[in-house]
Each structure stands twice: as structure tokens, then as C-alpha cells.
């Protein structure tokens, strides 16, 4: 007997953010432990590389010019400026994506989340929260990247962008990294269960089938009364 119901092919567009340092990067590459069933939007940036940045894996990277000339041509579903550097998703892959069926994960700052919504609000957005301030300020000075000044504005940053999390769909708190990549994973089957993803329901021949399962010749056998 086929299924009774009929769901949309097409993809899940998930939006990740929250402060720097809340683990949203982590989180995301642990999450292919438990799911292969997504993509993660790589987004461009005019910031440097980092010793530890794969270029055209972890980032696009281009020069300030080259971002600025492609916000002119209209790439980006949305690109905002954080600490002084852009950083932007390109449009073009994530329909095709989606209409494969893959979910597509966007791991972008809270401003341009903001813009995603205006655009998309249909999209689904997870806020990955630190457990406490402190260890926030913990984990930005352990990763060892950034400068004095940089720190310091990333820590300031991050009280007013965990004031945003109420504009978004679901909040994790990343204090185990196992745990909280089980929550998001978790949210993402069960927005793929949702009944408005329901295309159609099969029930045309059911009360047929149904006669056939009753006048089965082995029915009496399962039935003990």
C-alpha cells in the first residue's frame, strides 16, 4: 500500500546565529553526525583570513571593492557589516538546493538574520545562546584570534544581539555542544513533519483497501479474541 500522504520535496531554509563565540559553527559541523540531509550556504566576506579559515569552504573571501561591486549586481539574499567587514549569503545556489530537497543552512550574524526574515519569513530561525556571559568571555579570549579591541567590541556586541532572540523561532543553549547539536537536529525533523508541508492526502481507494485487508484470508490468524 503506498503512503497516504504526499509532502513538499522542496527544502527547509534554516537560518543559525548568535553572538560570536556562542558555538554556531561547531554545533553546525557536528550536526552532520546525526544528518546528511542539508547543505550549509558558505557566505562571502571582505574580512582576512584567519590561520585557521579554508578559503571557499569556511568563507569567500574578496576584497572590500569586490564585495561592494556585488552588492551592486544584486548576488545577495542579504549582507550586513560586522566589526567593519561585510559579510553576505549569494542567492543564487540556495534555490537549487532547496528545490533538490535539501534543507539549507544559513550560519549568519543576527543583522542579516533580521533581513532573511523580511524576505523570507516562512524560513526557520534558531538562536544558539551561550549558557552565561562568562563563559562567552571565556571562549572568545581561549580562541586566540582576535585582538584586545576586537574582543572587547565582539563581548559588547553580544548583549544587544541576545536582546534579538525573541524574533526567532527556537533558542538552543550551547553548554554541551552533544546535546545542543541534538536539539537543532531535532528541530530540523520535525519542521520536516509539519502538516503545512503537506501536499496532498491519498485516500481515494482507502475504504477499498480496506475491505481487502478485512476479507484477507490470514486475517484470522492475527486477530485473537
Known amino acids: 500500500m503506498s503512503n497516504i500522504i504526499k509532502t513538499k520535496e522542496r527544502g527547509n531554509l534554516i537560518v543559525?546565529?548568535?553572538?560570536?563565540?556562542?558555538?554556531?559553527?561547531?554545533i553546525v559541523e557536528k550536526l552532520k553526525e546525526y544528518n546528511n540531509n542539508f547543505w550549509v550556504s558558505i557566505s562571502m566576506t571582505s574580512r582576512e583570513p584567519r590561520s585557521n579559515?579554508?578559503?571557499?569552504?569556511?568563507?569567500?573571501?574578496?576584497?572590500?571593492?569586490?564585495f561592494e561591486r556585488r552588492i551592486n549586481d544584486?548576488?545577495?539574499?542579504?549582507?550586513?557589516?560586522?566589526?567593519?567587514?561585510?559579510?553576505g549569503t549569494p542567492r543564487d545556489i540556495i534555490s537549487e538546493k532547496l528545490d533538490k530537497g535539501l534543507d539549507v543552512i544559513l550560519v549568519i550574524e543576527i543583522q542579516g538574520a533580521l533581513k532573511v526574515k523580511e524576505l523570507i519569513p516562512e524560513a526557520i530561525?534558531?538562536?544558539?545562546?551561550?549558557?552565561?556571559?562568562?563563559?562567552?568571555?571565556r571562549r572568545l579570549i581561549n580562541r586566540g584570534t582576535d585582538s584586545k579591541d576586537k574582543?572587547?567590541?565582539?563581548?559588547?556586541?553580544?548583549?544587544?544581539?541576545?536582546?534579538e532572540v525573541t524574533k526567532y523561532n527556537y533558542v538552543v543553549v550551547n553548554d554541551e555542544i552533544d546535546v545542543a547539536t541534538?536539539?537543532?537536529?531535532?528541530?530540523?525533523?520535525?519542521?520536516?513533519?509539519?502538516?503545512?508541508?503537506?501536499e496532498d492526502?491519498?485516500?481515494?481507494?482507502m475504504e477499498e483497501e480496506l475491505h481487502e485487508l478485512l476479507i484477507d484470508k490470514d486475517?484470522?490468524?492475527?486477530?485473537?479474541i
Open 53 to 66: 579559515d579554508i578559503p571557499n569552504e569556511t568563507y569567500y573571501f574578496v576584497s572590500r571593492e569586490e
Open 219 to 224: 486475517l484470522d490468524n492475527d486477530i485473537k
Open 151 to 163: 574582543i572587547f567590541n565582539r563581548f559588547k556586541t553580544a548583549y544587544k544581539e541576545i536582546n
Open 74 to 87: 544584486g548576488i545577495f539574499l542579504e549582507y550586513a557589516i560586522y566589526n567593519d567587514n561585510y559579510y
Open 201 to 205: 492526502i491519498y485516500l481515494n481507494n
Open 16 to 26: 543559525i546565529s548568535g553572538p560570536s563565540g556562542a558555538g554556531k559553527d561547531s
Open 125 to 137: 530561525f534558531i538562536f544558539i545562546m551561550p549558557p552565561s556571559m562568562n563563559e562567552l568571555r
Open 182 to 198: 541534538k536539539k537543532v537536529n531535532a528541530i530540523l525533523l520535525s519542521e520536516r513533519c509539519r502538516v503545512d508541508r503537506i
